[in-house]
């Protein structure tokens, strides 16, 4: 896919997307550097209250801050300007006179914000882990079904639940791209995952959804709270996948429809 | 053939009728002069030769490969000029070389710096270059001398020019009838939306109806002009605007006054007063 | 379409006013969490004689306030076990939260903070002062 690469020369070039390298690179350092100097626990989050206690607590800390508006922030800063930089740019006339259909460059845009997410993620989770080790060195976690986890099953259960977070992530990808798209604009493109992400927080903070909850985009990144346990439960993991699945459909199918049937002015 | 060939080409953009019924033609290998005021629907009909916008109505059939820029050119100011090519040479099939393509436009000295510094009439280079990557049989150009100044309009020109005699077919949109008159063979002009006139840039000037005549009086020559003839005085001639059978008619009527007719030929305007004219 | 919306919303309707925290979801979540730091916490001890098997727990949750189930915090868990064949009582303070997630705050179960290890006199964190679980918030 030449969109792909064509896509990701640009975006490695864009000091933002630079900048958000960094942050996922330093910023688990960061906060264990800030934990190993001061005595109090972030305990109001899960696996808070170990993290001075086994090296594999700190990437669950920081998974769980994450979900609450870091992920959804992580790809709405790439997604959510992919599109509507070029009407910024007014770039769209060269990039849609060159050999590629306006399709290929839908998918060609989707796929890097996509591959850029995943990417992010995935050097959030190892410098997660890398960050709890060096804070409390490799021992044995108190799961959340009371019992230990030894270290190296510990380490595969955190690999674990950081992959879980990646379906919803590229859900608000999807979000971010159907923002970009339709509002043409950056700013709506990037803000507007995030407050619809807390606004679904919200929703579920308050309560009384119950159930319908799970329909929510930003539930699923709860979801590897079955995983880390002795005997694990996947039903929240399977729910989360659909749920991610199908809200990423729709705003695909809806961004591609607009973007192919637009008037380019 | 690489020419292009509208037909009733209609756009609605809300309440604005921003096309109505255009009809073009431009030949492959000409030089097309697009003209109007602002918001005649140049860019519009420049959009729709590009596929960015669908007419609602007409056809239009280009013939071969398009590329050019429209109202702004645009390019990704975090780039350098020459990362700019190569972003859009990755989406070419068969790119031309950008090195050549940044010679062509004179922007090779300046290509390894970030295109957020450039002046408007860099960028507008940098537009040219990348639509000259694409190897186009038509290039659209959307007021191309837009913040140029003399040297670099003039620079433009030349390479305009050059692309011309290779054959390649140029559609100029500009509200600047120097650059069209220096450039273009044929010319289209818009008025809100509609072809208000279209031919070559000769028959623009020499529009019939235009008439200068001399008389024996032409003081007394004027007064005596119909209504139904627009009769101005200017620089020892009357200038006479009116169909022939209103001219013949006031040359008679001179004859029967006694006033001798020295001589009277089509006037020949300049550019710019027939596109007043057109435009009024 | 009007019939599958009326669906729709019937069920989204039904399924909003079911939730995961029932009395019996979190008895045995919260019996399955104590139990498993019991036993870690008296291995860490030195016992290695007690284990899930011969703990027998069993725990009761209920929400003390007008509501009988759902996230809150005046949820308490009493949880009974057998330990040196004598049946220990205790009862927890209980937050459930609107993610499915528990906090249990053995204070009103007398857990002290820290624990002493009798033989070395080594200080640790005594895990069940204060813990975290769970539900299974997937529908059933």
């Given at each position: 896919m030449s969109v792909v690469r064509a896509e990701l020369f640009k975006l490695v070039e864009q000091s933002r997307v630079r900048v958000l390298v960094i942050v996922c690179l330093l910023g688990p350092l960061l906060v264990a550097f800030v934990l190993d100097r001061q005595s109090g626990l972030p305990k109001d989050t899960l696996f808070g209250r170990h993290v001075h206690e086994s090296g594999y607590a700190l990437p669950l800390v920081i998974l769980g801050f994450a979900g609450t508006w870091g992920f959804p922030l992580l790809t709405s800063l790439v997604a959510g300007d992919i599109f509507s930089s070029e009407d910024g740019h007014g770039t769209w006339p060269a990039l849609?006179?060159?050999?590629?259909?306006?399709?290929?460059?839908?998918?060609?845009?989707?796929?890097?914000?996509?591959?850029?997410?995943?990417?992010?993620?995935?050097?959030?989770?190892?410098?997660?882990?890398?960050?709890?080790?060096?804070?409390?060195?490799?021992?044995?976690?108190?799961?959340?079904?009371?019992?230990?986890?030894?270290?190296?099953?510990?380490?595969?259960?955190?690999?674990?639940?950081?992959?879980?977070?990646?379906?919803?992530?590229?859900?608000?990808?999807?979000?971010?791209?159907?923002?970009?798209?339709?509002?043409?604009?950056s700013v709506i493109g990037v803000a507007g995952p995030v407050v619809l992400g807390l606004v679904m927080q919200l929703l579920a903070l308050l309560g009384g959804l119950g159930d319908a909850a799970n329909v929510l985009l930003t539930t699923p990144f709860g979801s590897w709270h079955g995983l880390v346990r002795e005997h694990p439960f996947y039903g929240p993991l399977g729910q989360g996948v659909l749920v991610s699945v199908v809200w990423g459909a729709i705003c695909l199918a809806v961004a591609r429809w607009v973007l192919l049937h637009r008037d380019i002015t | 053939m690489s020419g292009v060939v509208g037909r009733g080409l209609s756009k609605l953009y809300g309440a604005v009728q921003a096309l109505d019924e255009v009809d073009l033609d431009v030949p492959p290998g000409t030089v097309h002069g697009l003209l109007g005021p602002n918001g005649a629907g140049k860019s519009t009909l420049l959009r729709m030769m590009l596929g960015l916008v669908r007419p609602d109505q007409g056809t239009l059939e280009v013939g071969g490969v398009v590329a050019g820029f429209v109202e702004v050119p645009g390019a990704y100011p975090y780039l350098t000029g020459r990362q700019n090519l190569e972003f859009l040479a990755r989406l070419d099939d068969a790119p031309g070389d950008v090195s050549t393509v940044l010679e062509q436009v004179d922007l090779a000295p300046r290509a390894d710096t970030k295109v957020s510094g450039w002046s408007l009439g860099m960028r507008q280079r940098l537009a040219i270059a990348g639509a000259l990557l694409r190897a186009p049989d038509i290039l659209l150009l959307d007021e191309p001398a837009n913040g140029l100044d003399v040297l670099a309009a003039r620079a433009l020109r030349e390479l305009v020019a050059g692309l011309a005699t290779e054959g390649l077919t140029v559609i100029l949109s500009s509200h600047d009838l120097a650059e069209v008159d220096a450039l273009c063979e044929d010319a289209t002009v818009l008025v809100s939306g509609r072809v208000a006139w279209t031919g070559s840039i000769g028959a623009l000037r020499a529009r019939p109806g235009r008439h200068r005549m001399s008389t024996s009086d032409d003081a007394r020559a004027f007064r005596l002009a119909p209504s139904a003839l627009d009769v101005q005085m200017a620089d020892g001639a009357l200038l006479l605007h009116g169909d022939t059978a209103g001219v013949d008619a006031y040359v008679l009527a001179l004859g029967r006054e006694q006033i001798a007719v020295r001589s009277l030929r089509p006037a020949s305007l300049a550019l710019e007063d027939a596109f007043l004219e057109l435009t009024r | 379409m009007k019939r599958v919306g009326v669906a729709l919303v019937l069920g989204l309707l039904t399924t909003a006013c079911s939730t995961p925290a029932t009395p019996?979801?979190?008895?045995?979540?919260?019996?399955?969490?104590?139990?498993?730091?019991?036993?870690?916490?008296?291995?860490?001890?030195?016992?290695?004689?007690?284990?899930a098997g011969t703990l027998h727990p069993r725990s009761l949750c209920r929400r003390t306030g007008p509501a009988s189930q759902g996230p809150g915090e005046d949820w308490v868990c009493a949880v009974q076990y057998v330990d040196a064949d004598s049946t220990v009582t205790q009862s927890f303070d209980m937050q459930v939260k609107p993610d499915g997630c528990w906090r249990a705050d053995g204070a009103a179960a007398s857990q002290p903070a820290v624990l002493a290890d009798p033989v070395s006199g080594q200080t640790s964190v005594n895990q069940l002062a204060e813990f975290d679980g769970c539900l299974n918030t997937s529908w059933r």
């Open positions: 849609l006179s060159r050999s590629r259909t306006r399709a290929q460059v839908f998918t060609g845009k989707v796929l890097a914000s996509a591959l850029v997410a995943a990417g992010l993620l995935a050097v959030t989770a190892m410098t997660s882990l890398l960050a709890g080790l060096v804070l409390s060195g490799s021992t044995p976690l108190v799961g959340l079904s009371g019992t230990e986890l030894a270290p190296g099953r510990a380490a595969v259960l955190v690999a674990a639940s950081w992959a879980t977070a990646l379906a919803p992530l590229l859900g608000f990808t999807a979000l971010a791209c159907l923002l970009s798209v339709v509002s043409r604009s | - | 019996a979801a979190l008895s045995s979540s919260f019996a399955e969490v104590f139990a498993g730091l019991y036993v870690a916490q008296q291995a860490h001890l030195g016992r290695t004689d007690v284990t």
